[in-house]
């Protein structure tokens, strides 16, 4: 079971992060490591800094979290109902392996990108 992301604090660094970037831009902002004008602006520490991103990150990628149900809708419109029983257990194998990779991504993309590979 996926654990609950940690609970964003109102009018926190966290919630600016969530509510201002992408699950990219947030991903690179852990990779690029702590900006030193934004801990200024919003007096934190780097392991303060670095949290508000992971916490923000987390509930991004909670929030926008496609079921395998809505994929597999995808693949019944463009395909048909007979395609999705046939292909049903090896689409939902693949659909979380490519999830775990690119967390956040529409039903479309996940249906497509499946589609193609």
Known sequence: ???EPRKIEDGSFAEA???QNTI???KDALK???DRREMREWNLSESEYMEQIEI???NLINDKMVTF???LQEWEDEFGEKYVIKNK???EKDFEKLQKKYPGQSAFW???TLMNN
Do not use: F, I
């Open 1 to 3: 079971m996926e654990k």
């Open 17 to 19: 992060c969530y509510n």
């Open 24 to 26: 990219e831009d947030l």
């Open 32 to 34: 690029d490591g702590p």
């Open 56 to 58: 923000a990150l987390e």
């Open 69 to 71: 149900d809505e994929v």
């Open 89 to 91: 257990s090896k689409l």
């Open 110 to 112: 996940y249906a497509d």
